[in-house]
């Protein structure tokens, strides 16, 4: 692989960039892997990188229907934070948030991390408890947050009505080390560093059926030939439920349509991620400029990656409220994500009842976040067969009524 | 130069002339001009700064699809970012700034960046800025943030109003050209209710530019007399500056009228959202004409030919003196004859073809143009302003056959039908390859809740672009819409369009065909984000192969024109890469909207005071004039507490718990929710909603009830109240009522249907008032009308009465340990009575209080308040109120998952007091250690505040903690860290700490 | 932006009127059920790429919960019917059989 420097820019602009060859390869299926990862969307690209990295292996394939990252992963509003107020969902979510930190030079490519802070803003008397109980939380988890006051809300974003007549702003919770990263940069950096190590990232592969023998997994069938593997990982959001089914399993889960927009790029105007739970929108600004823009989702199962214009719209007034300045942008492109929710709205990292095949699916709407942790737990949980990343996460939870519930504090959403 | 000429401007009123200002200079326009054609007159060429290189940019086109000259348009709190000069009508005092340079347009310090350029390809920005690791964002970012983004920041609070409008129809037609036109007439007739709309000011399109003839007569007379044919039908509405802005699953529409940017200074709202309904739509979109991708296609006076005919002949200016045609189609000969007609020299048509043109090229050449056939440009030179044009053979690398000198380029590389909203519901496209075009796919339309087609593509935006197809299919498309909405049209022949025949395009989508590295570097296909023909190689050969994956490498087509120009050139240049054809790469989603729309429209009126409906209790207006500080809770507002003059809330907070427990308070307890529950069965129904036994509750009896989830979670309490033998009154929480009653009746309909059981809620329909203290008799006594004494009313009873001569229902309950009375009057009399408690009150020192003080009397108490103790993980076990769920019940929701093994575990935290040793509040969430860390390194934990306040009566902070195994452990001491530093430790007590026996409530 | 008609009042009601209530026909597990029948009845959904019999809510409207036969790949509707039953309407099923042969959502096919 060559490596990307300011150096090998110069040097290839001096031949007209003829010499770059492909981020990844693009290799014809082998008919067995010690490991195959259906999806090469981030998590499950992640899940080849640190099995790879951490355990060694890598004879692996990551298959994917469509092409690599052109899921959640490139669909989503980009923000990084680990400021939950349960253990489990602490612990993968600051995992996630500090090897983003040093993605770009582990990976030798640029995601973009850029820690700018993200602010949750505090609007009820019950919301300043939840996000003050999550402060206290967040101390004992080894999360770097702080509840602040309406004035530093107003300090850190300047373009904010603190004093709106309905829902005034009460204060916030802050964590300074949260912020974005460049979503589709995560899935090509580790899918060239997939590669890179020998493992082979199949796109336009779509999985047609799982194989077992005596309750243990087998391989799998494909658009492009059956493929043989000993343990097999299932990384594919809002398409669990089918996997699932053809593995002979199936999930608490249930896919709905996530909306987002941008506006127009304008100059930077708002340095963090604003999050208003109370209004139900949240807003940061692009390294191009545009107000990236998100709110709910929908309430009933989807599979088309379009939403309802009404959501669009109260999130836009909820933002509008909150940043009169945006009443004169404009909205520039909507799009929707599948997204897919679990009973808890928790995700699953998880054993399931087929032998050799695991899962990792329910993110919701906050998947792009914990990647790289997701990753981490899953690629150890494959490895070794637990992980304490993952152990809450597991599909028994619901069976025993063990939830990892975290609309607990003051009803945030992911 | 480019400047006004003497014939043509259909558009503009020459007698009105029309001042604005750009970069502070003011400039002559006329009414009619837009904002890019009066600057045009100006000869104001370069109207901004791209994107990455900051390259100087002017105007490409005339409409919609402009990619270059978008502008700050007004000041202060009308100041708009992004502004589109080419849709930009021109008024009076209007005022524009150029967008993305420093200091200024003509000299961008920016600009250095082109010079880096070759050091600044696609996707340069993932392989660099890694080291060292904090520069990313203390150096990098900020500096790409800088010199991205496009407009300025608008600072002010938007003076403008807007507003949604509501409309459904049978078919909705997008697009007022001729297709539009023809379309609407066409379902008109038939009978539908027709809503057309156009986005610009003008209907019948670019046809009157184009030129051919309707019904053997000028197509302007043909846009006239449909238009006040459409307007005399009752059944059609004519809407102009209305762009159909998206198409959503099942005949929703979006419609964004503009309504006073043409003319700030009009009353009213400044746009208006229209949300439609359509039962069929017809989209009369156009076509929009491709670039040429060759050397210097970006500097400005290179526009493409049918923008140059447009401002010709709709606003009489034009570009330049000296034009250069280049083309691989017959269209843009119509721009060169345009043009000599209004007596600019065309220089050169230099058409691709070897073969060359039709009967359009035949004029052309009788009118002494000179054509160069199999010709291409080569480069265009110049920086500020195109200067002259290589000349090359298209079949070549580029090796100069000739410079030619000229000052405006016109280019044609064919035409896209405008499939954008066709394609935003999920209807397909197919390739077309004798135009070199996608275009809508009649097999795979949007379709709709029965499964139908709901779109229909007409006219050019369905590929017909010759005009006697256009009009022909425009009727085929609107009688087919027509029939579906359930109206069927006469078939009246369609108006006989006439055009010049033209001879077939030939795709070019690199002039020269074998353009060498450099020329390449700069051949443009996004404009505005500055990607380039070599980016999307490079993004190929790096293996972003997808379509997406290059648009996404490479940023084509995601800048504010969406790729309107760019995405086909970029899709061809990408299969040429990969050696494939066009339709197997396939094209990028398109996502609605079609053009920007506004943050104000889409918000509506819903702002300020309006943002959200408010819901006030009958005495709201009494607890404002009374000093309430308000709390939000719902959409109601709540007193949190009655602050007098000097004091804090803090001390208003602490004089009305102690007023009440010494004296007597009264709290406005309208908010709670009150659910009628009647009917042969509502006993059985009640016993499965809550956890306790309904059923056997006695007429005149109240009972605290608990409701769980199915899940087993605690998601609300209150005092149920049985009314008669078939009627039972259910208090809810604030929050809870319109939930709950949600809640009844979802499994009254969904489960247990067959069961005669009726809910109501009546929370609005009475006011309840709480008088709560010692001395809460004495004041209803002297009041008068009702036997309250202990004996006639005993605790947990409710009574019918009147009280100050107002019918009242008095329920004895109490959520604060003090004798209450609950007092439900009909809402309309609720501040009568209010009124009159306070009257007489007022010799027992009665007080109104709030929300916090109701906190703290609870708390004092030991009592639940459900989203404090409670955050829906919380079962009733763990509050220690198993004496509240019955043991003798089968069944209510929430008990199998109570079964389960983790709600049985008896490691579960369990409610408890808690002290501070020092008398000090301990802070709201905090959590009690254990010691160690758990496999993830995370400190253990042991329990938690779930609430905590300083008690005015007790003189100390007191609070409710959930602690391991807490009940057994009395009098342990736990250690609460905070976040201010401090450790807090605690001891672990009983949970009532006032009036254990409950004495002061049984007198 | 769904229209739905309730069956009850007749209104071909936009989706703004309506609140969505998940998968229908889930069979209630109470008390002394097993746990996986329990589980499956709270947790496990079709959650189907194709016809999805669901629950719905005329909540701004007269009230009344309605099931809906849609696809959710398409958001085709099939057809409305009351709540008050334990499976779809023959007809509504005949409808989903009509387009889309092979189709089988549970036990209905």
Redesign the interface.
């Known amino acids: 692989m060559k490596r990307y420097s300011a150096f090998a820019v110069a040097r290839e602009a001096l031949r007209y960039h003829t010499g770059w060859g492909r981020a990844w390869a693009a290799p014809t299926p082998n008919r067995r892997y010690d490991v195959v990862i259906v999806g090469a969307g981030g998590h499950g690209l992640a899940t080849a990188y640190y099995l790879g990295k951490n355990f060694g292996i890598t004879n692996v394939a990551i298959l994917e229907k469509g092409w690599l990252g052109g899921g959640n992963t490139g669909r989503n509003t980009t923000i990084i934070r680990s400021n939950y107020l349960q253990d489990p969902s602490a612990a993968i979510y600051e995992k996630a948030r500090a090897l983003y930190e040093n993605m770009s030079q582990d990976l030798n490519y640029n995601v973009m991390f850029s820690p700018r802070g993200v602010i949750m803003l505090a609007q009820t008397e019950h919301e300043v408890r939840g996000y003050r109980r999550t402060a206290h939380a967040n101390a004992l988890q080894g999360v770097a947050t702080e509840f602040i006051s309406p004035e530093r809300v107003k300090e850190i974003v300047p373009i904010i009505s603190i004093d709106g007549p309905r829902y005034p702003v009460l204060g916030g919770l802050w964590q300074a080390r949260g912020g974005t990263a460049r979503h589709d940069a995560v899935a090509w950096g580790y899918a060239r560093a997939c590669s890179d190590m020998g493992m082979h990232v199949i796109q336009q592969c779509e999985v047609t059926g799982v194989r077992s023998e005596g309750g243990k997994v087998t391989g799998v069938d494909t658009s492009k030939g059956p493929i043989d593997c000993d343990k097999l990982g299932v990384v594919v959001a809002g398409h669990s439920g089918v996997l699932a089914e053809m593995a002979g399993f199936r999930l608490p889960i249930e896919s709905v349509a996530l909306q987002a927009l941008v506006s127009e790029p304008i100059k930077p105007c708002m340095d963090v991620v604003v999050m208003a739970n109370t209004v139900h929108g949240y807003m940061s600004q692009s390294d191009k400029g545009e107000m990236v823009i998100g709110g709910g989702a929908d309430g009933y199962n989807n599979y088309t990656q379009r939403g309802s214009f009404h959501h669009i719209e109260e999130t836009v007034r909820a933002l509008v409220e909150t940043f009169p300045m945006i009443s004169r942008l404009k909205m520039l492109r909507q799009w929707g994500g599948i997204v897919d929710m679990t009973g808890d709205r928790s995700p699953i990292l998880s054993k399931t009842p087929l032998e050799g095949c695991f899962i990792n699916c329910g993110w919701g709407t906050g998947g792009f976040k914990a990647i790289p942790g997701s990753g981490w737990g899953m690629a150890e949980l494959m490895a070794k067969g637990h992980s304490p990343l993952t152990e809450a996460f597991s599909l028994d939870r619901f069976k025993e009524g063990r939830f990892i519930d975290e609309s607990v504090a003051a009803g945030v959403a992911h | 130069m480019s400047t006004r000429i003497a014939s043509h401007g259909r558009l503009i009123d020459r007698n009105t002339t029309v001042s604005f200002t750009f970069n502070g200079k003011s400039f002559i326009g006329h009414a009619g001009d837009t904002l890019a054609s009066a600057l045009m007159a100006n000869d104001q060429m370069m109207i901004g700064r791209s994107f990455k290189y900051h390259r100087p940019r002017g105007l490409v086109a005339s409409g919609a699809e402009e990619p270059n000259a978008l502008v700050g348009l007004g000041t202060g709190s009308r100041f708009e970012p992004n502004q589109r000069a080419t849709t930009t009508e021109l008024f009076d005092g209007l005022s524009a700034r150029s967008q993305n340079h420093w200091p200024s347009l003509e000299h961008d310090i920016g600009a250095i960046n082109s010079l880096f350029a070759r050091f600044l390809p696609a996707g340069f920005y993932y392989k660099t800025f890694m080291y060292p690791r904090s520069f990313w964002k203390s150096v990098y970012e900020p500096f790409i943030r800088q010199s991205a983004g496009l407009g300025q920041v608008p600072t002010e609070r938007d003076a403008d109003t807007y507003e949604h409008f509501y409309a459904f129809t049978d078919v909705l037609v997008i697009g007022g050209g001729v297709a539009g036109l023809q379309a609407a007439l066409t379902a008109g007739r038939a009978g539908a209710k027709v809503l057309l709309m156009e986005q610009s000011a003008h209907w019948g399109g670019r046809a009157p530019v184009d030129g051919g003839t309707i019904d053997g007569a000028p197509v302007e007379e043909f846009v006239e007399q449909a238009v006040s044919e459409l307007e005399a039908m009752p059944n059609v509405t004519l809407r102009n500056r209305c762009m159909g802005a998206g198409i959503y699953d099942h005949g929703y529409a979006l419609g964004y009228e503009r309504l006073t940017d043409h003319g700030p200074a009009q009353p009213g709202p400044r746009h208006r959202l229209w949300r439609i309904r359509a039962k069929q739509i017809v989209t009369a979109t156009g076509a929009i004409e491709r670039p040429l991708a060759f050397a210097g296609n970006d500097v400005p006076g290179v526009m493409l030919a049918s923008a140059m005919r447009d401002y010709v002949v709709n606003y009489g200016v034009t570009p330049g003196q000296r034009v250069i045609v280049a083309t691989n189609n017959d269209d843009a000969y119509r721009t060169a004859i345009t043009l000599h007609e209004a007596g600019v020299q065309v220089l050169r048509i230099l058409d691709a073809r070897n073969s060359g043109g039709g009967p359009l090229m035949s004029v052309a050449r009788e009118l002494g143009i000179r054509i160069d056939c199999g010709r291409a440009i080569g480069k265009v030179k110049g920086g500020k302003r195109v200067t002259g044009v290589s000349v090359c053979a298209q079949e070549g690398q580029g090796g100069a056959l000739e410079d030619v000198a000229c000052d405006a380029v016109a280019m044609s590389g064919g035409w896209s039908p405008v499939v954008h909203l066709w394609s935003h519901c999920g209807g397909k496209l197919t390739w077309d390859d004798a135009h070199a075009m996608f275009r809508p796919d009649p097999q795979r339309p949007p379709t709709g809740a029965d499964g139908l087609g709901y779109v229909t593509a007409a006219g050019a935006a369905n590929g017909a672009l010759a005009l006697d197809a256009v009009l022909e299919d425009a009727t085929v498309a609107a009688s087919a819409a027509a029939r579906a909405a359930g109206f069927k049209s006469k078939s009246v022949a369609p108006p006989q369009g006439a055009a010049s025949p033209e001879a077939p395009l030939e795709p070019v989508w690199l002039m020269p065909r074998q353009a060498e590295t450099p020329l390449r570097m700069k051949s443009w296909l996004d404009y505005q984000n500055d990607v380039k023909v070599s980016d999307v190689q490079l993004a190929a050969r790096e293996g972003y192969e997808s379509v997406e994956h290059t648009k996404r490498y490479t940023t084509l087509g995601m800048a504010t024109d969406q790729g309107k120009l760019s995405n086909i050139n970029g899709l061809a240049t990408l299969a040429d890469a990969l050696q494939a054809e066009i339709p197997q790469v396939g094209t990028t989603t398109f996502r609605p909207p079609y053009t920007p729309i506004s943050m104000g429209a889409i918000a509506g009126e819903a702002r300020g005071e309006v943002f959200q409906p408010i819901r006030k209790t009958p005495m709201h207006d009494w607890h404002e004039a009374h000093g309430a500080e308000w709390e939000p809770v719902g959409h109601w507002r709540r007193p949190y507490a009655y602050r007098r003059p000097g004091e804090s809330t803090h001390d208003a907070v602490m004089r009305e718990v102690k007023n009440t427990r010494e004296a007597v308070g009264m709290l406005d307890a309208s908010t709670l929710g009150k659910i009628l529950v009647k009917g042969p069965d509502a006993g059985r129904f009640l016993d499965m909603m809550y956890t306790n036994m309904m059923s056997t509750l006695k007429p005149g009896k109240c009972r605290y009830g608990l409701m769980c989830s199915e899940n087993g979670f605690l998601i609300d309490d209150g005092v149920v109240a049985r009314i008669d033998d078939d009627t039972w009154l259910c208090h809810t929480t604030t929050g809870g009522a319109d939930r709950i009653h949600a809640h009844m009746e979802e499994w009254l309909q969904t489960e247990w249907w067959d069961w005669q059981v009726y809910t109501a809620n009546l929370t609005e329909q009475y006011a309840q008032i709480a008088v709560v203290g010692p001395m809460a008799r004495t004041v209803l006594e002297t009041l008068g009308g009702m036997d309250l004494s202990k004996e006639s009313l005993g605790f947990m009873e409710w009574r019918d009465g009147a009280l100050g001569g107002i019918p009242v229902r008095v329920y004895r309950i109490s959520f604060s340990g003090e004798l209450s009375y609950e007092i439900a009057v009909p809402a309309s009399l609720g501040q009568a009575l209010w009124d009159k408690i306070a009257d007489v009150g007022a010799a027992y020192r009665i007080m109104p209080y709030g929300t916090e003080c109701l906190h703290i009397l609870r708390a004092e108490k030991g009592f639940i308040m459900i989203g404090d103790e409670t955050d829906g993980t919380v079962i009733p076990q763990d509050l220690g109120l198993h004496w509240a769920i019955s043991k003798k019940k089968e069944d209510f929701l929430g008990k199998r998952a109570q079964e389960r093994s983790h709600m049985t575990d008896p490691d579960r935290w369990k409610l408890v007091g808690l002290e501070t040793t020092d008398g000090s509040t301990l802070p709201d969430g905090a959590y009690a250690v254990a010691e160690g860390v758990n496999p993830n390194g995370q400190r253990n934990v042991q329990g938690r505040v779930t609430s905590t306040y300083h008690s005015p009566t007790l003189g100390r902070g007191i609070a409710m903690g959930l602690v391991l195994h807490g009940p057994d452990r009395m009098g342990e001491l736990l250690e609460f860290p905070g976040t201010d530093g401090k450790t807090y430790t605690a001891k672990i007590t009983d949970p009532v700490f006032y009036d254990k026996d409950g004495e002061k409530q049984n007198v | ?3 739905l008609r309730c069956p009850y009042c007749g209104v071909d009601a ?3 009127e309506l ?5 229908a026909h889930l069979k ?6 097993g ?2 029948d ?3 009845y ?8 194709g016809v ?1 019999f ?2 719905w ?1 005329h ?1 701004h409207g007269c ?3 309605f099931h809906a036969a849609r696809a ?6 099939f057809g409305t019917y009351p ?2 039953t334990s499976e779809p309407p023959k007809e509504v099923l005949a409808l989903i059989r009509a ?1 889309r042969p092979g189709w089988s959502w549970r036990e209905f096919a």
């Open positions: 932006m769904l229209i936009d989706e703004t609140a969505p209530g998940g998968e209630r597990f109470g008390p002394g059920s746990d996986d329990f589980h499956d709270l947790f496990t959904r079709e959650n189907p790429r999805h669901e629950r809510r909540a009230g009344k919960w959710t790949d398409t958001l085709q509707v709540a008050q387009a």
